[in-house]
């Protein structure tokens, strides 16, 4: 009994751990139409993070290539990592080079 309440606990803690990632949107999983359904970011130390945005509001589509910044939980499983996205911010919000290329985007 004792020992399957230290399991409880690390699985917890594991879940609360907030971290901050800044990398390049990749691709990571399409549909059968090609779209992307699921992306990850890859980081400058070549680590890559499945990018969980459930709650962060923003389409994955655009963001592909975009270097952005991201606060979230980290969770691993089976050697995978993924960030469950709090706040996304492109590199462009705060990098105001980048600005003027987002802005002259057709349509935006």
Known sequence: MHHHAGKKE???EMAE???TITGIVIPAAWDEAGHVTAVAISTPDEKE???DAAGA??????MIRQEIRV???LREEG???????REIRLK??????????IKS????
């Open 57 to 62: 509001d923003l389409a994955l589509a655009d």
């Open 92 to 101: 462009s919000a705060w990098d105001p080079t980048g600005r003027n290329w």
């Open 105 to 108: 985007r057709p349509g935006k």
């Open 49 to 51: 993070y499945r990018l």
């Open 71 to 73: 606060r979230g939980i």
């Open 17 to 19: 751990k907030l971290i």
């Open 10 to 12: 690390k699985a917890k």
């Open 79 to 85: 050697g995978k990592k993924t960030v469950v996205a």
